[in-house]
């Protein structure tokens, strides 16, 4: 039988990425917003304006989403998730990033 407890969503090494990520300052409550283009360009000026970021500022940003996506994405309403997949189209467009390029 283990040991371990249960801890909270927010003491997990995910929560704590999109809450003090080391590449980005992302603004908070970014992913709950209703607007994709607002999300987009959050996303976008947080990638573009950090210096500690490994990977270029279109890889960073859409990798943060993606990132949140996938580890909160079930538990998401479907409305707000239809909204994070239009940000990703947004975050393309933006980066003038073609899907199948």
Do not use: C
Not at 51 to 70: D, E, H
Not at 79 to 88: F, G, M, T, V
Not at 90 to 100: N, V, W
């Amino acid at each position: 039988m283990s040991t371990k407890s249960k801890s909270s969503p927010s003491t997990h090494w995910s929560g704590r990425v999109t809450k003090e990520s080391n590449a980005l300052d992302l603004e908070e409550g970014v992913f709950t917003w209703a607007d994709p283009k607002k999300i987009a360009l959050s996303l976008k000026q947080s990638a573009d304006s950090s210096t500690r970021r490994k990977a270029p500022p279109f890889r960073s940003a859409m990798s943060m989403l993606v990132f949140y996506i996938n580890r909160v994405g079930r538990n998401l309403e479907k409305d707000q998730l239809r909204i994070l997949e239009q940000a990703k189209e947004e975050l393309r467009r933006l980066y003038e990033k073609s899907r199948h390029k």
